[in-house]
T-cell receptor, first 114, second 114 residues
Framework: AQSVSQHNHHVILSEAASLELGCNYS??????LFWYVQYPGQHLQLLLK??????LVKGIKGFEAEFIKSKFSFNLRKPSVQWSDTAEYFC????????????FGTGTSLTVIP | KAGVTQTPRYLIKTRGQQVTLSCSPI?????VSWYQQTPGQGLQFLFE???????NKGNFPGRFSGRQFSNSRSEMNVSTLELGDSALYLC?????????????FGPGTRLLVL
């Protein structure tokens, strides 16, 4: 079975600091990779996704993620965080062609201090 | 388009009872997935329905069941509730259920089992 690990459970940053959230998955086959975000009081929404091609993908609100196949990683980055980035971030994986059976990490809670 | 809606939003039950949760996907979406979200476990996949058929199933006991209707609306049922079933239950929909599609999440139903 697939699994997803997010090693940072709680991250606190000051505005303008750079962000990197780790995500590692375990699965031997081809995968699709996603980052979802849950802002306080809002639904989960997609930040970005990777299926194939350029391993550096850009998402909404200045976020990007890099897929490193050899490390089974899909880390999320943002060069300069804002207070409005305070949220919970979830990494998710599914196998290439098995429909919508997603495996989510346990989430990273990000607090940005103004 | 209206988003994914879930009813009820909050529910309190006692051990041994059963509960039915409802999810209305975005209009035109045919795939509906259900997740259990708890602080310690993150999001765990329950099952996915596509065109009224269960296509994928997570690792949950048989007390958790679901169904999908011809209009793509879905219900999830939990029988013989246990204290550990207290969680936020999320529903997500996507168009054709392709593994590369974005899933759109609803606000969730928060279930408390006493």
């Amino acid at each position: 079975a697939q699994s997803v690990s997010q090693h940072n459970h709680h991250v606190i940053l000051s505005e303008a600091a750079s962000l990197e959230l780790g995500c590692n998955y375990s699965y031997g086959g081809t995968v699709n990779l996603f980052w979802y975000v849950q802002y306080p009081g809002q639904h989960l929404q997609l930040l970005l996704k990777y299926f194939s091609g350029d391993p550096l993908v850009k998402g909404i609100k200045g976020f990007e993620a890099e897929f490193i196949k050899s490390k089974f990683s899909f880390n999320l980055r943002k060069p300069s965080v804002q207070w409005s980035d305070t949220a919970e971030y979830f990494c998710a994986v599914n196998a290439w062609n098995t429909g919508n059976q997603f495996y989510f990490g346990t989430g990273t809670s990000l607090t940005v201090i103004p | 388009k209206a988003g994914v809606t879930q009813t009820p939003r909050y529910l309190i039950k006692t051990r041994g009872q059963q509960v039915t949760l409802s999810c209305s996907p975005i209009s035109g979406h045919r795939s509906v997935s259900w997740y259990q979200q708890t602080p310690g476990q993150g999001l765990q996949f329950l099952f996915e329905y596509f065109s009224e058929t269960q296509r994928n199933k997570g690792n949950f006991p048989g007390r958790f069941s679901g169904r999908q209707f011809s209009n793509s609306r879905s219900e999830m049922n939990v029988s013989t509730l246990e204290l550990g079933d207290s969680a936020l239950y999320l529903c997500a929909s996507s168009g054709s259920g392709s593994a590369q599609e974005t899933q759109y999440f609803g606000p969730g139903t928060r279930l408390l089992v006493l």
